[in-house]
């Protein structure tokens, strides 16, 4: 029997050095904004295509409880991560979420998968 399909991953890479996005983040959200920020992409590499749509409440939900965080705070830091193109902007005003460079360090490994490297939802 084939393996099925995946389209999660197991780890991502966590440089050492962080680009200007981390270091604003964490400038406005302290170390709230950096757990933030490592918890949702965690989130989006468990998630199926990598996409993670929070117009569903469970979603919220489960996205507050992982970051520990009020609503209100992981939206103000989801706003701040569209607005610096961590996230697709677009794709955050129907509130999902999206990283293209986070998906992008996983073509090589999509490459040796059965399934497609995802892509960015409609």
């Not at 050095?17 to 170390?31: A, D, F, L, P, S």
């Not at 992982?66 to 991560?81: G, H, P, Q, S, V």
């Not at 986070?102 to 892509?119: A, G, Q, T």
Request: aromatic share 14%; glycine share 4%; hydrophobic share 35%.
């Amino acid at each position: 029997m084939a393996r099925p399909k995946r389209n999660t991953v197991d780890y991502f890479p966590h440089a050492v050095k962080h680009q200007k996005t981390m270091y604003i983040v964490e400038e406005k959200y302290g170390n709230d904004g950096y757990a933030f920020w490592f918890k949702l992409l965690e989130l989006l590499g468990d998630t199926d295509g990598h996409y993670l749509d929070l117009s569903n409440k469970m979603n919220w939900k489960y996205l507050t409880a992982k970051t520990k965080l009020a609503e209100e705070k992981c939206r103000e830091i989801l706003d701040l991560l569209a607005e610096l193109d961590a996230i697709d902007p677009e794709l955050w005003k129907k509130e999902g979420v999206w990283s293209q460079n986070f998906v992008n360090n996983f073509i090589d490994l999509y490459k040796k998968r059965v399934s497609d490297l995802p892509r960015r939802p409609d």
